[in-house]
């Protein structure tokens, strides 16, 4: 996690975090960090993650980027406490942790795995009356901890974004334990554990390493993890000889939703700072089940909204697509031109047109190889590739070899299509017609012989 106060010329400030890089700032709109002010360049620096910690490298601007009043002539790794200056924008960093990791090691000896659901019972917050006997200290300690829960919800209710979610769950960790690292890693698709938002200390900059092996007793059995003696997992351990900071002390506690892992939440700290106990584990517990229930909560709102989204994209499509291919029924004595056409989706890749030539009619019949946008955008092509060749009322053989070479060129060796074009002389009734690998076309006279 980046988190960094940015003051303007003018004295404005604000607080911006950055749960991942890259990060570019500058005057550019595109970039991660947008500032209107004319002394940055477009792309004025960068700020990405490193091994150990983030790093700040000068994009060849015009007024130089510089830390601590030195300028930067390579990638400089940053520590909480530097001064920035872009131009004439100050950026404080006042985080700037080292990514967290998931790595190969077993689970040490002195791992303590409990339950989540007996965690839950033990802390006060899974709906069990407590016990009509229960000590003042139980009673106490139950109400304060439901008390640290429901703040906790509300506070998280509020969030709208998962960065902002993400954020404040760190916030509350580092509120209530203290600890020297804390980090939120989140399951992806693929099954592995990415690390989507990490914070640590001041003076401290080892980089934390989850053992795999944890994670998958930690997610797989449900179960929160009290590591009481890191030292047991060698992945830990070489971690820690980075900085020489001593034997830690480490919670694991799995996001579960509907008995589904989104993710996990891991606390560190030396033991010099802080030694977690089972109460800490019983505050962190709830806190991850409230998260895992909210983060959940917005994925499904963000996937409902993308869904409304492409709907009305869909739609909008749809009617482009119709106004592209309306015909213009041609009226001829003696003769009546129908068509019609139903996709299989909202948009497809299959037209038809229906044209006036001199003398008569023509008709033009394409499908494009897959359904969707995708033939959608195709069609739209293809059509566009005959309309020359049509208006310049060539023959349908001549037609069809000119959009044929156009259509080969700039369309993906993956993709195809197949057309069938008529051409009606009405006096004579004479059609002509050229089939590109189309389905055959079916000429059906007065009495019904095809």
Partial sequence: M??????????ASDERTFLKGPVTVGRAEDVTLSLWEPSLSRRHALLEPGPFGWTVQDLGSRNGTFVNGRPVTAPQTLRVGDTLQLGQVRIKVLEC??????ADGAVGETTLLTPVAKVLEDSGVDALPVAADASKKTLRRNAQRLSLLAKAHEALASQVTEEGLLTLVLDQVFSQLGPDQAAIFLKEEGGSFVCAASRCQKDCYDQLLLSRSLVREVVDK???ALVVDAFTDARFQEAMSLRSVGVRSILAVPLLTEDVALGLLVCASRLAVRRFTQEDLEFVVPLASVAAM????LRLALEAAEKKQLEQELALARRIQVGLFREEVPRLPGYTILGGNVPSRVVSGDFYQLLPSPGGCIALVADVSGKGIGAALLAASLEALFAGPIHLNLPPSEVCTRV???FFARTDASKFATAFLAQLDA???????CNAGHCPAILVDAQGSA
């Fill in 2 to 11: 980046l988190r960094l106060t940015v003051t303007l010329p003018n004295g």
């Fill in 97 to 102: 942790g080292a990514p967290a990791e998931v």
């Fill in 222 to 224: 449900k179960a929160a």
């Fill in 294 to 297: 909210r983060l959940r909560n």
């Fill in 404 to 406: 044929s070479r156009l």
């Fill in 427 to 433: 006096p004579s009734g004479v059609v002509t017609y």
